[in-house]
């Protein structure tokens, strides 16, 4: 009788412990929601001590991006490792993504896999595309881009977007069996609806050219406008040309030259020659000379640039950028600078 008192008595205290655990932690979170980063700190720091995996996790996320307490890189993964070993999926994510930067560990990509694995294993769709960009680009040792193709499509069909976006490209390079345009365009698509700046560009691009769907300038005009108004240099080129051309939109000259300014500003060749070209002829622009002139020389050096740096030999689309992964310190606090690197021009599938 007292055996049976005594183990109730202690399932009751741990449960109790438990609660109070997850209580103090949900109040972490509700501090973190309101951008409370110091109190939010203090409330996870001595859960995740007491071995709350999820309290570790967001108590080294707060470490790594500075919030509420001094940045400290190498204390902060240790404490997303602690969470990752304790199975919170988030953190075994989290762990791979900092094993490829080397942020606050050591770089190395098959302990990368290993949490990515695991996290995917898990059922999170970021870390099933991390492992294949990781399997394709070659990182993982061997040519392993066969299952590369099937994590992107395991991933993908999970709804993940940039996995989406990858096997749109394998399917219209044909990486995955047969060239199919027409599901590679729905893959796009899908991905762009999702806010994807470099899937909304691929759709505009097969809407203008009618590649996979059918041609429909007005909605190549939607989706450049959405890829351009995030920053997509070749969306703000694309649009600012049709534009100029009336293409899809009312013929406008002067947004047209706005749109090549932007993206000739982000350091795209194409664009400068375009907007020196408007300059000359005074269509958009009032006519300066000089300024067609210093745009015209700008794209020559840019050309000159690119041609130096371009990549010998053709690389496939669906590997380039291999090793630039989704971030949760970025999705989370998205005011952070990415690590180096980890802005890429986009892909295009021509």
């Not at 997509?232 to 100029?244: E, H, I, S």
């Amino acid at each position: 009788m007292l055996a049976l008192l005594f183990r109730f008595l202690t399932v009751a205290v741990l449960a109790a412990c438990c609660a109070s655990a997850q209580a103090s932690t949900e109040e972490g979170l509700v501090l973190l929601e309101s951008r409370r980063f110091q109190a939010a700190y203090a409330v996870f720091l001595p859960e995740a001590e007491k071995g709350d995996a999820r309290a570790a996790f967001e108590a080294g996320r707060l470490l790594l991006a500075g919030r509420g307490v001094e940045k400290d890189e190498a204390s902060g993964a240790k404490w997303v490792l602690a969470s990752a070993e304790g199975g919170y999926r988030d953190a075994q994510y989290l762990m791979g993504a900092l094993s490829v930067y080397g942020i606050g560990v050591e770089k190395d990509s098959q302990v990368a896999l290993t949490w990515f694995s695991k996290a995917a294993a898990a059922g999170d769709a970021r870390a099933a595309t991390a492992m294949g960009i990781l399997t394709g680009s070659g990182a993982a040792g061997g040519n392993r881009r066969p299952e590369a193709v099937l994590w992107f499509r395991r991933a993908a069909e999970a709804g993940e977007p940039e996995a989406q976006r990858r096997r749109a490209l394998a399917l219209a390079t044909g990486r995955d069996g047969k060239k199919d345009e027409a599901a590679a365009a729905g893959w796009f698509l899908k991905a762009a609806q999702k806010g994807l700046r470099e899937a909304q560009y691929n759709t505009g691009y097969r809407y203008a050219e009618g590649i996979g769907v059918p041609r429909d300038l007005a909605k190549a005009v939607y989706w450049y406008d959405k890829a351009a108004a995030g920053g997509d240099v070749k969306a703000q080129y694309n649009l600012a040309t049709m534009y100029l051309n009336g293409l899809g939109v009312e013929e406008d000259a002067a947004r047209a030259a706005g749109w090549f300014l932007k993206a000739a500003g982000a350091g795209y060749g194409p664009a400068m020659y375009r907007l020196g070209a408007l300059y000359e002829e005074g269509r958009g622009v009032k006519r300066d000379y000089r300024l067609a002139a210093r745009w015209y020389e700008a794209a020559d050096a840019a050309a000159k640039e690119t041609m130096a740096k371009a990549p010998k030999g053709r690389v496939n689309p669906v590997w380039r950028g291999s090793l630039v992964l989704p971030d949760d310190l970025r999705r989370t606090f998205p005011d952070i600078p990415a690590p180096d690197g980890a802005n890429r021009a986009p892909d295009a599938v021509r």
